[in-house]
């Protein structure tokens, strides 16, 4: 008896049978795939293109062969979504939709900051630098429940042992009232306190300091009211004797130790010193009020050719009620000027 080569009876049985072992779906020609030589598949000579499949092959998925993905050979039982062949370590507490944070390359994140951004909660000062399960604890450190974006979720023990003692305060558990969100500390530097800036000498105080024990509210932000014992004790110059207004910053700035300090109203008041011809011309107040602790008194002719009235006297002949003193020279030169 004569019998057939077992490929063609193979064809000749699926022919028969109107059956592939690809499934019914699968509707193209055999040799896209196989050749005559076998049914074994020779990649580079596959002409069927998986993109037309809605699912192109990009990555890692190139190099693999077909039944890793379709093991049974029917193709199309096998969906599209990744967790069809990869095992979701997340547990659906980030969904099922891998590409948010994966790509076909590789499993690594490297978009953590955006996909929080996204989710309304930027990983700003502090949380930049947290490791992920700092906040998403799970026993398989894989698992990232949604946790909320209020601070109080995560930092109600910081809030229930802060000092000052927050709960007897009576303060907000919305955080960022008080802390700047983008700081990396809970301390003073990372309080929102732009009411009143923490610029400079105020910068690095404790909160203590200024606030006596949970005196919290109700401060002035008059520096006198900090800063009497400072106006008090001031010695050079001494400010209680010359009846130096009580409004620092009539003359100071934040900087630290008071200094420098520079009272510029003097030019628009009294007489200018920081413009026209004195602008430079001086070191110290002592240069023209040579009285200690006078400031009423002053002096020009201890630098104006003091020790040449021949001269002056020159210069101002026909000059009615000429007198070399200092009073008369400011009631003729208000501003410093020499006309």
């Known amino acids: 008896m004569y019998r057939l080569p077992p490929i063609i009876f193979l064809f000749s049985v699926l022919y028969l049978n109107a059956q592939s072992p690809h499934g019914e779906a699968m509707k193209m020609d055999c040799a896209a795939c196989h050749s005559t030589e076998g049914w074994q598949v020779n990649s580079p000579n596959i002409s069927f293109q998986h993109s037309s499949t809605g699912f192109d092959l990009s990555g890692v998925h190139q190099n693999l062969s077909c039944v890793e993905c379709h093991s049974n050979l029917v193709f199309e039982s096998v969906e599209s979504n990744c967790i069809e062949c990869h095992l979701d370590v997340h547990q659906m507490t980030v969904g099922d939709n891998c590409t948010r944070c994966h790509d076909s390359e590789n499993w690594l994140v490297d978009n953590i900051p955006q996909i ?8 700003l ?18 698992q990232y429940t949604r946790l909320g974006n209020e601070c109080f979720t995560c930092h109600d023990t910081d809030y229930r042992t802060a000092e000052p003692n927050h709960e007897q305060l009576g303060y907000s558990t919305n955080c960022v ?18 009411f009143f800036p923490l610029e400079q000498s105020h910068g690095n105080l404790a909160c203590a300091e200024c606030h006596l024990p949970n005196t919290f509210s109700g401060l002035s932000s008059d ?9 008090q004790t001031a010695l050079n110059p001494n400010h209680v004797q010359s009846a130096f207004p009580k409004d620092c910053a009539l003359c100071h ?16 008041e009294y007489f200018p010193i920081y413009s026209g011809n004195h602008q430079g011309e001086w070191n110290s107040c002592t240069d023209c009020h040579t009285v200690e602790g006078n400031y009423n008194l002053f002096s ?14 020159r210069e101002h002949r026909g000059i009615n009620g000429y007198v070399f003193e200092s009073n008369a020279c400011y009631s003729c030169h208000p501003t410093g000027e020499e006309d």
């Open 125 to 142: 000062g502090a949380h930049s630098v947290a490791s992920c399960v700092d906040c998403h604890n799970s026993e398989s450190t894989l």
């Open 223 to 231: 520096c006198f009211s900090c800063h009497e014992e400072d106006y």
């Open 300 to 313: 020009c002719i201890d630098c104006h050719e003091h020790n040449d009235q021949g001269d002056l006297a």
């Open 177 to 194: 009232e008080c802390h700047a969100f983008e700081s990396f500390t809970w301390s003073a530097s990372g309080i929102d306190h732009s």
């Open 116 to 123: 929080h951004l996204e989710n309304g909660f930027p990983l």
């Open 253 to 268: 700035s934040l900087d630290p130790n008071w200094m420098p300090a520079e009272f510029t109203i003097h030019d628009a």
